[in-house]
């Protein structure tokens, strides 16, 4: 059994992630705002292109998770009024 330091954020909250990728994110050991905020682009893709679904970008998913991870909802909110898919638009 791991051990949990901290309990697992809604990553559905994030613009462009679903639940499917939810689970992806959270098998790879994904399962906080903070740690998709400090998260490499790449090895996001990587971790996605593995799981099949390589037609996601997650480009936009560190920017909104940085502030979700502050609890600064109202900048969230405004970034994810600018994105697209999780994308800007």
Do not use: C, Y
Request: glycine share 10%; aromatic share 4%; charged share 35%.
């Amino acid at each position: 059994v791991k051990s949990k330091k901290k309990d697992a954020d809604d990553l559905v909250k994030i613009e462009g992630i679903g639940p499917k990728v939810s689970k992806v994110l959270k098998d790879a050991g994904i399962t906080t705002f903070d740690e998709l905020a400090h998260a490499k682009t790449a090895d996001l893709q990587k971790i996605l292109n593995e799981a099949g679904m390589q037609m996601m970008n997650p480009e936009g998913w560190i920017d909104q998770a940085k502030l979700a991870a502050k609890g600064d909802w109202g900048a969230f909110e405004k970034l994810q009024d600018e994105l697209k898919g999780g994308r800007k638009k």
